[in-house]
């Protein structure tokens, strides 16, 4: 079966770039059709999709986190990466990598911003 865990810092500083990392188990990200997801669930709001990577490589990202928001993936690591440029307070929230055509979803690392 394959695994998701997300890895990074849980404190980041406003302005500064957050960077999360998803480890792959028992799958390989290069695999069709798959893809490699990134949603995050503000605390007491819904869950928001911001970007995935398909294992083509091909990228896409939410219209409102766009500018910000950079995915790629390192194959030989079987791992995809989510950066997050001008972080606020407003990005606080629970960070899940998951893989989308099957439904599977890491356990989630909680990113605080704040000084």
């Known amino acids: 079966q394959v695994q998701l865990q997300e890895s990074g810092p849980g404190l980041v500083k406003p302005s500064q770039t957050l960077s999360l990392t998803c480890t792959v188990s028992?799958?390989?990200?290069?695999?069709?059709?798959?893809?490699w997801t990134w949603i995050r669930q503000p605390p007491g709001k819904g869950l928001e999709w911001m970007g995935a990577?398909?294992?083509?490589?091909?990228?896409y990202y939410s219209p409102s986190l766009k500018s910000r928001t950079s995915i790629f993936r390192d194959t030989s690591k079987n791992q995809f990466t989510l950066q997050l440029s001008s972080v606020t307070p407003e990005d606080t929230a629970v960070y899940y990598c998951?893989?989308?055509?099957?439904?599977?979803w890491g356990q989630g690392t909680q990113v605080t911003v704040s000084s």
């Open positions: 998951a893989r989308f055509g099957s439904d599977t």
């Open positions: 990577i398909a294992y083509t490589g091909n990228t």
């Open positions: 028992g799958g390989s990200i290069t695999t069709n059709p798959y893809y």
